[in-house]
């Protein structure tokens, strides 16, 4: 079993950054695939970012391209996702998840193992 807790969520304006935490404990998350979603309020959950094992290849929703940045520290069994430029649309409960085996995906039906999420809000 694996348990995912975010941290750094908040209240920030428009433009500002955050970076989020998402700690894995029971069990090392090093040869998992590993991803961030997200839920808006009244929509469902969707995509950010992600970064496959092996290999760290990273992948993100076209709607935060070049302003997020997903990490992770294996040897601190830690995913991070580093926001910057932030917008009023990116409000919303950030998740982190991690995949059995490795690889990368999009789908959140493929992810096994999810944190409680953390909530962003963005004002303008």
């Given at each position: ?109 493929d992810y096994n193992y999810w944190g409680q ?8």
């Amino acid at each position: 079993q694996v348990q995912l807790v975010e941290t750094g969520g908040g209240l920030v304006q428009a433009g500002d950054s955050l970076r989020l935490s998402c700690a894995a404990s029971g069990r090392s998350v090093s040869s998992s695939g590993t991803a961030w979603f997200r839920q808006a309020p009244g929509k469902e959950r969707e995509f950010v970012a992600g970064v496959n094992w092996p290999g760290g290849y990273t992948y993100y929703a076209d709607s935060v391209k070049g302003r997020f940045i997903i990490s992770r520290d294996n040897a601190k069994n830690t995913l991070y996702l580093q926001m910057n430029s932030l917008e009023p649309e990116d409000t919303a409960v950030y998740y982190c998840a991690a995949k059995v085996g490795g690889g990368y995906s999009r789908n959140q039906r493929d992810y096994n193992y999810w944190g409680q999420g953390t909530q962003v809000t963005v004002s303008s």
